[in-house]
């Protein structure tokens, strides 16, 4: 444990902030774009590193506070990036589509 009590709520106060920065982002992106552009995929996995450490941190000390944030930030970080992927699976898909298509007119 951390004797402390300062650098424990300096913590406290890191990891609250990273996950407002984070819910900031994720509306802002989602909410303008509907995606997250490729470029600003390098934030949210610095925040999925804090994540990480948020965890370590709250499991070394016992605090729940810190473990269910570092939870939160790195389930965030999984579904950003399960949407990256079936977005761009939904686009290959379309593409392949329009090359079929592109054919059959052809072919016509």
Known sequence: MIPDPYLLK?????????????????????GKDEKVPYAARNIFFVLANAGCLFLASGIIQENSFLI?????????????????IIARYE??????????NEKSDAKK
């Open 10 to 30: 300096a913590i406290l106060f890191a990891a609250k902030a990273t996950l407002i920065f984070q819910a900031c982002l994720v509306f802002y992106f989602f």
């Open 68 to 84: 269910k944030s570092g939870i939160f930030i790195l389930i965030a970080q999984g579904l950003i990036d399960a949407h990256f």
């Open 91 to 100: 686009r290959i898909k379309k593409i392949e589509k329009e090359i079929e």
